[in-house]
C-alpha cells in the first residue's frame, strides 16, 4: 500500500470507532472494536476488521447490527473527512484474538506435559491470565553473564574513499557551480 493509503485506513479507522462508540444506537452492536481497516487504492471499497467480545451468537448480531448500520456511518465520515470519494465498507470479524488464545492454551497444555486438545472450545474469546509455575530444568532468571563484546568497526577506516558515502558528490556539485 501506499502511504496516502495508510493515512487514509488510519484516519478512517479513528473516525469508525468514534462514530461506533457515539453515535450508533444498535444495542446488537454491543463491544465491538475496530481493529483495522484496508482500503482499496482508488478508494471505492474497505474492508474494516472487527473484534467483538462475547459467544458466538453475540458476535454474529454484533455484524449482522454493524453491516445494517454501515450506511449511516458512511454518511458520517462523509461528513468528517475531506475524501472526494468515502469507500464502501464491508465488515469483517477479526478473530485474531481467539487464535491467539488458541494458541496459548496449546502451549500451557504442552507444558503441562498433556496431549494437546485439537477442538477449539466455543465461545471463548479472550485467554485468561495464569501465573507461571516454575518446573526443574528451566532456565533461571538471572540475566547472562556480559560475555565478551564482539570488536566495534571503525567508522574512520572508510573516511575518505569518498565511495558509498550519500550525497558527496551531490555537495562537490553545488559547490562548483556556485
Known sequence: MTART???????RQELGEILARDVRDPRIGFAT????????DLSHARVWVSVIGQPAERDAALEGLRH???????????????RRVPELHVRLDDTAERGTRV???????EA???????????????TPVPRVAREGDASEEPPPPSAAPPE???SARRGSG????????RRGREHRR
Do not use: C, K, N, Y
Open 6 to 12: 495508510d493515512r487514509i485506513d488510519q484516519l478512517i
Open 34 to 41: 475496530v481493529t483495522d481497516v484496508e482500503t482499496a487504492p
Open 69 to 83: 448500520a454501515m450506511p449511516f456511518v458512511r454518511r458520517e465520515l462523509a461528513s468528517r473527512l475531506r475524501l
Open 104 to 110: 496459548l492454551r496449546l502451549l500451557s497444555e504442552l
Open 113 to 127: 506435559g498433556g496431549a494437546p486438545e485439537t477442538t477449539a472450545e466455543a465461545g471463548e474469546s479472550l485467554p
Open 153 to 155: 568497526r571503525r567508522a
Open 163 to 170: 565511495r558509498g558515502r550519500r550525497g558527496s558528490g551531490e
